[in-house]
């Protein structure tokens, strides 16, 4: 599978959960720059950010950062195997990555965080 093919299934799992998703959406920061995610998911007063990226030390540093500048929730689906340690830190966060493996595997995981 693509990485659009990751993000067409995250949305629709969103949308299954109630979430107003927009694609490709750039978010204002507490600084004024304007930061880039896949998917934007709104419920309510809830606010999720959310990018799948390959689980590559770069692509998943250049993710967390945008936290310090975004209030709101962000959650990284990281394709592959991130860093055990910095799964386990971002469990208790605002911003949150997820290891996939697979689209089943992403969505079931989703649905448990979002739900």
Avoid: C, W
Avoid at 11 to 33: D, P, R
Avoid at 76 to 90: D, F, H, L, Q, Y
């Amino acid at each position: 599978m693509s990485l659009a093919d990751y993000i067409a299934a995250v949305k629709t799992t969103l949308e299954g959960l109630g979430f107003l998703v927009e694609m490709s959406i750039s978010a204002k920061g507490l600084s004024g720059f304007e930061h880039r995610f896949d998917l934007a998911a709104r419920k309510g007063s809830r606010v999720v950010y959310l990018s799948v990226k390959p689980a590559n030390p770069m692509s998943l540093l250049a993710e967390v950062v945008k936290g310090f500048d975004v209030k709101e929730e962000i959650i990284i689906a990281a394709m592959g195997e991130p860093p055990p340690r910095a799964v386990e830190i971002s469990k208790e966060g605002r911003v949150k990555i997820v290891p996939f493996k697979s689209a089943e595997e992403l969505v079931e995981k989703l649905k448990q965080i979002l739900a």
